[in-house]
C-alpha cells in the first residue's frame, strides 16, 4: 500500500483547510493519506523532527512518501535520509537552518524566539542536502521568493546540492499551498 505522510506548516493544524483538496487529491491517486500532527507551542524544530519520526515509524507502510510544507517540509527534508521513503516533496522550504540565521530579519528573530533560533544552528541544510539520496522534489512560490528571498535561497540550494531533485518554481504563487497555481504543479508530480 503507497502511502504519503502530510506535515503540515508552523502552528497549522491536521485540520486545516489548506491541506482538504490535498487529502482529497492524493486518497483519489490511491495514497493512504496521514496528515501528521506536530505539537508546535513551546518547542523547537528538533522537537518536531522526533515527534515526526516516531509518528512515522508508528505508521509507515510498505511504500513511503513524504509532503512537507514550509516547516514541515524542513522536517521531511531533515530526516528523509534517515526514514528512507521513496521519495520526499518539499513545498516553500523555510530558511530554518545555521546558514539561515544571519539572514533573519529581528521580526523573525523575535516571533520564532531565541531557543529556536538556538535550535537552527544545530542543522546544516548544505550537509543535509549533499548527503541526501531520496528523490526529492522542491516548489517555492515566484512571489514568496521575492517577498522571503532567503527561503528562495534555501530552495534553490537545496536543489543544487541534493544529487536527485528537481527544482519547480510556481508562477505568481504566495506562500499558500492551497493557491490554484501551486495546487496544479504539485498535482502534475503525481
Known amino acids: ?3 504519503i505522510f502530510i506535515i503540515p506548516g508552523f502552528k497549522q493544524k491536521t485540520t486545516s483547510k489548506s491541506f482538504v483538496w490535498l487529502k482529497k487529491f ?12 506536530i505539537t508546535w507551542n513551546y518547542r523547537t524544530m528538533s522537537d518536531y523532527i522526533s ?3 516516531n509518528f512515522y515509524n508508528k505508521n509507515k ?10 516547516y514541515g517540509a ?3 527534508f531533515t530526516t528523509a535520509e534517515k526514514l528512507k521513503p521513496k521519495k520526499i516533496f518539499l513545498c516553500s522550504l523555510s530558511s530554518d537552518f545555521k546558514e539561515d540565521v544571519s539572514s533573519m530579519s529581528n521580526f523573525i528573530k523575535q516571533y520564532i524566539g531565541k531557543k529556536r533560533i538556538l535550535d537552527c544552528l544545530t542543522r ?16 517555492y512560490g515566484e512571489l514568496e521568493g521575492k517577498l522571503y528571498p532567503q527561503l528562495k535561497k534555501r530552495c534553490e540550494e537545496t536543489a543544487k546540492l541534493t544529487r536527485n531533485s528537481k ?3 510556481v508562477k505568481n504563487s504566495p506562500h499558500d499551498i492551497s493557491y490554484p497555481d501551486y495546487m496544479e504543479v504539485i ?4
Open 167 to 169: 527544482l519547480i518554481v
Open 26 to 37: 492524493l486518497s483519489d491517486k490511491k495514497f493512504k493519506v496521514e496528515i501528521v500532527p
Open 124 to 139: 546544516s541544510g548544505k550537509d543535509i542536502a549533499k548527503k541526501l539520496t531520496i528523490p526529492t522534489i522542491i516548489f
Open 61 to 70: 507502510s510498505e511504500e513511503n512518501y513524504i509532503l512537507g510544507f514550509s
Open 51 to 53: 515527534e515526526f519520526e
Open 74 to 76: 524542513v522536517i521531511a
Open 1 to 3: 500500500m503507497k502511502k
Open 187 to 190: 498535482k502534475e508530480q503525481f
